[in-house]
């Protein structure tokens, strides 16, 4: 499976991105997928997952401004973010993994695209 994350760039405070993933390959549509974001000189963390038929879970510092959807059609999976903050600045990833309730496991990782807010 390949993964390629597209749609950052550079956006001011209070404005929006929308991140695409692409899937090519092996794919499995019963497969979940999760963005995760990193800082430089931190730890990855979690941003966001989707199940297969749709169910959407976020992290409470993105809830209410960022939202997921899919086109299971295209393989692709959507990040829409709004009312970004600097904060949100870092390198998004896609990756496709196992969503067992609340727990997600990527097992394949896109190479990220940079989402950088101004302030």
């Known amino acids: 499976v390949q993964l390629q994350a597209s749609g950052g760039g550079l956006v001011q405070a209070g404005g929006s991105l929308r991140l695409a993933c692409v899937a090519s390959g092996r794919i499995s549509s019963r497969n979940a997928v999760g963005w995760y974001r990193q800082v430089p000189g931190t730890q990855r963390e979690l941003v966001a997952t989707i199940s297969s038929d749709g169910m959407t879970q976020y992290k409470d510092f993105v809830k209410g401004r960022f939202t997921l959807s899919r086109d299971n059609a295209k393989n692709t999976v959507y990040l829409q973010m709004n009312s970004l903050k600097p904060e949100d600045t870092a390198v998004y990833y896609c990756?496709?993994?196992?969503?067992?309730?609340?727990?997600?496991?990527?097992?394949?990782w896109g190479q990220g695209t940079l989402v950088t807010v101004s302030s």
């Open positions: 990756t496709q993994g196992d969503l067992r309730g609340v727990y997600y496991y990527p097992d394949y």
